[in-house]
T-cell receptor, first 111, second 111 residues
C-alpha cells in the first residue's frame, strides 16, 4: 500500500499542551499534505509541504518532512479544545494528482 | 469565492436503488477528485477527472460505479444497484494545482 500511516492512532492531551502526530509513507512524493476532519464533517486543508522542503509553519502548526526516512510530523502548539479532530496526512506518491490518505490520528484536547 | 459544493449532504437509498452524488468544484478549478471514506477509515481515492475526461479511475470499483465531469454542470458520481457496503461518506475535492480543496461530503446510507 502507498498510503500514509499516522501514528499514534489516538492522542489525548490537556489544553495548552503540544500535540505531535507522525506520518510515514512508502513511495517517493512530490508533496505531502495534512488535513483536519472534525467529527462528521469534511476535510480542511492545513498545510502542504513539498519534497524539497524540510519544515513549514502556519500559525500554531509546524510540519517537518524527512524524505530520507519517508516521514512527516505535525506539531500543534498550545493546543485548544477546538483542535479536537482527526488529522490525516496525504501523499501524492509522485503522481501529482491522486492522493493517498492514512487512517488518521484522533486528537482529543481536554479543556 | 464559494468552496467546493456537494449535494445532497445526506442520501438514503434502499438496496438495489441508484445513488447520484453531485460535486461543484471551486470557481476556476477544472480538476475534480472523488474519495470514499468508510466508517473508522481514512479516505480512499476513487477517480480523478478533468472536464469531459477521466484521467485516473484506478480507485473505482469495477462494477456499478461511474463518474463524469461534463463540460457544463457538476461532476456526478453514480452508484447503481447500491448495496449496504456502499454506505460511506463520499468526498469530492477540486484543485487548480496540487492543493486540493474538499467539499463537505455526501453521507450515503444504504438500508
Amino acid at each position: 500500500s502507498q498510503q500514509g500511516e499516522e501514528d499514534p492512532q489516538a492522542l489525548s492531551i490537556q489544553e495548552g499542551e503540544n500535540a505531535t502526530m507522525n506520518c510515514s509513507y512508502k513511495t517517493s512524493i512530490n508533496n505531502l499534505q495534512w488535513y483536519r476532519q472534525n467529527s462528521g464533517r469534511g476535510l480542511v486543508h492545513l498545510i502542504l509541504i513539498r519534497s524539497n522542503e524540510r519544515e513549514k509553519h502556519s500559525g500554531r502548526l509546524r510540519v517537518t518532512l524527512d524524505t530520507s526516512k519517508k516521514s512527516s510530523s505535525l506539531l500543534i502548539t498550545a493546543s485548544r479544545a477546538a483542535d479536537t479532530a482527526s488529522y490525516f496526512c496525504a501523499t501524492d506518491a509522485g503522481t501529482g494528482n491522486q492522493f493517498y490518505f492514512g487512517t488518521g490520528t484522533s486528537l482529543t484536547v481536554i479543556p | 469565492n464559494a468552496g467546493v459544493m456537494q449535494n445532497p449532504r445526506h442520501l438514503v437509498r434502499r438496496r438495489g436503488q441508484e445513488a447520484r452524488l453531485r460535486c461543484s468544484p471551486m470557481k476556476g478549478h477544472s480538476h475534480v477528485y472523488w474519495y470514499r471514506q468508510l466508517p473508522e477509515e481514512g479516505l480512499k481515492f476513487m477517480v480523478y477527472l478533468q472536464k469531459e475526461n477521466i484521467i485516473d479511475e484506478s480507485g473505482m470499483p469495477k462494477e456499478r460505479f461511474s463518474a463524469e465531469f461534463p463540460k457544463e454542470g457538476p461532476s456526478i458520481l453514480r452508484i447503481q444497484q447500491v448495496v449496504r457496503g456502499d454506505s460511506a461518506a463520499y468526498f469530492c475535492a477540486s484543485s487548480l494545482n496540487n492543493e486540493q480543496f474538499f467539499g463537505p461530503g455526501t453521507r450515503l446510507t444504504v438500508l
